[in-house]
């Protein structure tokens, strides 16, 4: 097992996975270049036909995490920013309860990667 901490803005795999699964931090790139560059990311981190997870909070979920603001996803608009080299398959809807019992309305996106 290989550990990498990164700036995922900022970061070239040397390894290809079949698996991308990010959980409430795409939802944290507020600029298009970050977002830009995070899907670049994950295109050359993945093989053919990979996998991608991705939960953000939903199209109707909070403003904010951690006192930063985030921005909300519907699988319309999550389609939009990976654009046409990612499959759309499915979302769910997730209620989280944090520890201080607020609810965060979470969507999971799940997409593959073409060619
Ligand atoms: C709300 S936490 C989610 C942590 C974990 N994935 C989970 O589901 O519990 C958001 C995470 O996004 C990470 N993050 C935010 N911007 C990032 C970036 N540009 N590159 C890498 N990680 C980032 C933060 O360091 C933090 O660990």
């Known amino acids: 097992m290989v550990w ?4 995922i803005t900022d970061f070239d795999s040397f390894v290809k996975y079949d698996l991308w699964h990010d959980r409430a931090v795409f939802h944290f790139l507020t ?15 993945l093989n ?9 909070f939903a199209i109707d ?9 985030v921005e909300r996803y519907s699988p319309e608009k999550i389609k939009n920013e990976l654009g046409a080299s990612f499959k759309f398959f499915k979302s769910i809807s997730e209620t989280h ?3 201080s019992n607020n609810e965060q309305k979470f969507t999971y996106f799940y997409f ?3 060619g």
């Not at 053919?48 to 953000?56: K, L, Q």
């Open 97 to 99: 309860l944090t520890p």
């Open 31 to 45: 600029n298009e270049e970050d977002r830009k560059k995070y899907v670049k990311c994950m295109d050359r981190a």
């Open 4 to 7: 990498v901490e990164a700036d």
């Open 61 to 69: 979920g909070p403003l904010k995490c951690s006192g930063l603001d």
């Open 48 to 56: 053919s036909g990979g996998h991608i997870i991705i939960s953000t």
């Open 112 to 114: 593959r990667k073409i």
